[in-house]
Each structure stands twice: as C-alpha cells, then as structure tokens.
C-alpha cells in the first residue's frame, strides 16, 4: 500500500482511487478529482440555488468539506461521485433552507426599490413565479426534515427518487412515502396560502 501512494495519481484513476488517495491528503488526486467534478457540482448549486455567485460559494465548500472528511469515505457504499456530489447538493439544500427561513429585506411598499430592480423581474408573470417558488421554499422548510430533503432533491436537485433512494441508502418505497407524505401536507399549505392571497 506504501508503495502505491509514492506512484503519483493519475488522470485515468477511478473516481475511488483518487478520492481514497484524498483522504490520505494526496494534493494531486485532490486536483485531478476536483477536475473531474467541479463542473458537475456547480451545475447541480446552481439548479438548486439559482444564483450563480452562491453557486460558486457552495462549491468551494463542499471541495474544502470533501478535502477534509475524504478519510470517511467508503467504496463499499457507493460511487466516489455519488458521494462528493451529496455534499454539494446538502449544503445548497441547507442554503436554500436558511434563505427560505428568513423575513425578505424588501418592504412591497417600497416602489422606489422595486423600480430599480432588473426589468426582467418587472413582469407580473414572472413575479408571481418568484413569489410563488418563495413561498414554496417556505414552506418546504416548515415539512420534516426527511420529507423537505427528499422534496428538496427532487425538484431543486434535478433527481429522480432512484437516484435519491441511492444516495440517500433509504428504500426506494421509503422514499416515495417521504415525498407523497411531504407533497400532500404541501398542497394543504398551499392552497391554504392560494385562499388568503385571493
């Protein structure tokens, strides 16, 4: 084993390879493996958060987290991807969360800051999307932390329950009771939130 550590990672190595390589504090395997998965990890923040900047954010610290806790990893559960990119996906989820949670700086009377505000965001359509998707989020985050994830995943993640049933190392029957159980206490929030807007 002491031996294959002073032979230098390469770009071929598996994606296993070079992350096991990382938990002993191998830089180079550390670069190549962030080679391979930044783009990918930054696509999957920015489908969940929607901004790019926060995107960027996210990734670095879930490579700075990966860099750390690579030692924990375990071939035997899963793909080296699987894994780096669940950590990715979790800290935009608990972004998304928190951002969810707090009160908008915006007053709605306040015209002068609504007006300097980018033209696109100007469209009636367009703001009640927004309005609607934060309130979504919102709400998401008053659900079970089992049901919100699984939800979360799903539709800010881009995965399909398969995909979460992997990740998550839940059943995949377990996962379309989280998501139905979550799904209908949303639709009841919801509509009760559609009947007080109206």
Same mark, same amino acid.
């Given at each position: 084993?002491?031996?294959?550590?002073?032979?230098?990672?390469?770009?071929?190595?598996?994606?296993?390879?070079?992350?096991?390589?990382?938990?002993?504090?191998?830089?180079?395997?550390?670069?190549?493996?962030?080679?391979?998965?930044?783009?990918?990890?930054?696509?999957?923040?920015?489908?969940?958060?929607?901004?790019?900047?926060?995107?960027?954010?996210?990734?670095?610290?879930?490579?700075?987290?990966?860099?750390?806790?690579?030692?924990?990893?375990?071939?035997?559960?899963?793909?080296?991807?699987?894994?780096?990119?669940?950590?990715?996906?979790?800290?935009?989820?608990?972004?998304?969360?928190?951002?969810?949670?707090?009160?908008?700086?915006?007053?709605?009377?306040?015209?002068?800051?609504?007006?300097?505000?980018?033209?696109?965001?100007?469209?009636? &359509?367009?703001? @009640?999307?927004?309005?609607? *998707? #934060?309130?979504?989020?919102?709400?998401?985050?008053?659900?079970? /932390?089992?049901? +919100?994830?699984?939800?979360?995943?799903?539709?800010?993640?881009?995965?399909?329950?398969?995909?979460?049933?992997?990740?998550? &190392?839940?059943? @995949?029957?377990?996962?379309? *009771? #989280?998501?139905?159980?979550?799904?209908?206490?949303?639709?009841? /929030?919801?509509? +009760?939130?559609?009947?007080?807007?109206?």
């Amino acid at each position: 084993m002491e031996m294959n550590n002073r032979v230098p990672a390469q770009p071929t190595d598996p994606d296993e390879d070079l992350l096991v390589r990382v938990g002993g504090r191998d830089k180079q395997a550390f670069e190549l493996f962030y080679d391979r998965f930044e783009r990918r990890a930054f696509s999957l923040a920015y489908r969940i958060v929607g901004e790019r900047s926060l995107a960027e954010d996210i990734v670095q610290e879930g490579f700075l987290s990966i860099w750390k806790n690579a030692g924990r990893y375990d071939p035997a559960r899963g793909s080296a991807g699987a894994w780096a990119l669940g950590i990715v996906r979790n800290r935009s989820i608990d972004v998304l969360r928190s951002r969810a949670s707090r009160t908008p700086d915006l007053d709605h009377d306040d015209d002068s800051t609504l007006e300097n505000r980018a033209s696109a965001l100007k469209t009636e &359509e367009q703001a @009640l999307q927004r309005e609607q *998707g #934060r309130e979504v989020r919102s709400r998401l985050s008053t659900l079970p /932390e089992n049901q +919100s994830k699984v939800i979360g995943l799903a539709f800010y993640g881009g995965f399909s329950q398969t995909e979460i049933s992997d990740m998550l &190392e839940l059943p @995949l029957g377990t996962v379309k *009771g #989280r998501m139905r159980l979550g799904m209908e206490k949303l639709r009841v /929030e919801l509509g +009760s939130y559609e009947g007080e807007a109206r």
